[in-house]
């Protein structure tokens, strides 16, 4: 636990509830991002659409799913379908943010999941893709949520998962992914990071509280990109602790 109060995994979910606003619709996934949807509608999202990868389209997370596919996904919610409703319709373009996660991100944004070394002889395997390739494919604007360390940020990603802006401008559209669609907010326990509008490299916007610019800057493996202003990102609110520890996690699964 931190001295003032909060612990890495708090300010992450805390930091990552607050990118997504009311009235949008967003595509879950497990773990810290369930908790930061549940935060989110709690504290100032109330009307967020929730879509779970295995059907669940605007459930009340009243309760913490432990799961996308277990049942408080689907509780109060408006529909339940599956899986490859839940691709279509990021695939037509009506689910505007997408969480993600990976071992790696690279300056484009490019995430992996897959192995860490070769491919075919790596020295780690991952989970894989799940629904990642899909969100990071068709949601309009996705959130990397991630520890932040050299390890992970790296200049070249080993195995691409999931593509963010892949070689850089141009590069999405000439795969034939969707204009406009792609990286939006990278959310770590450093900082608050977007993407530069015509290079889409990755940018710094704002350190964690604590964390000074140089920090940022020896925890990544590659060159940053700098934001005219950058600032302190604000801490969690003693409220947004309350709920997250006394409603949202009560149980302590994740925090």
């Known amino acids: 636990m931190a001295e003032n109060g909060y612990n890495p995994t708090e300010l992450l979910i805390c930091t990552a509830s607050r990118q997504v606003p009311d009235n949008t619709t967003a595509f879950i996934g497990t773990g810290i991002p369930m908790v930061a949807a549940s935060l989110a509608q709690k504290m100032h999202a109330p009307n967020l ?3 779970f990868e295995f059907g669940g389209v605007g459930a009340i ?3 913490l799913p432990i799961a996308v596919g277990e049942r408080r996904s689907f509780h109060r919610a408006v529909a339940a379908t599956g899986l490859a409703d839940m691709v279509e319709t990021a695939q037509r373009g009506f689910i505007e943010y997408g969480f993600l996660g990976g071992a790696q991100i690279d300056p484009y944004g490019n995430l992996n999941s897959t192995v860490i070394g070769d491919h075919d ?4 395997r991952l ?3 799940g629904g990642g390739n899909d969100v990071g494919s068709h949601c309009w604007r996705t959130i990397a949520i991630m520890p932040h360390d050299q390890r992970r940020f790296v200049a070249k990603v080993d195995f691409i998962t999931t593509p963010g802006y892949l070689s850089g401008p141009g590069a999405r ?3 034939g992914l969707p204009v406009d669609t ?3 907010r990278v959310v770590t326990t450093l900082a608050v990071l977007g993407y530069h ?3 889409k490299r990755m940018m710094l916007l704002a350190t964690q509280p604590g964390v000074t610019i140089d920090d940022v800057i020896e925890n990544t493996g590659f060159e940053l990109l700098m934001a005219d202003e950058i600032e302190e990102y604000p801490p969690p609110t003693d409220e947004e602790l309350r709920i997250l520890r006394e409603d949202v996690d009560k149980d302590k699964l994740y925090i």
Request: aromatic share 10%.
């Open 173 to 175: 559209e000439a795969a």
């Open 182 to 184: 792609g990286p939006y």
């Open 61 to 63: 997370l009243d309760d």
């Open 49 to 51: 659409v929730a879509f």
């Open 197 to 199: 509008p015509d290079s």
């Open 127 to 129: 989970p894989g893709s």
């Open 121 to 124: 002889h790596p020295k780690v």
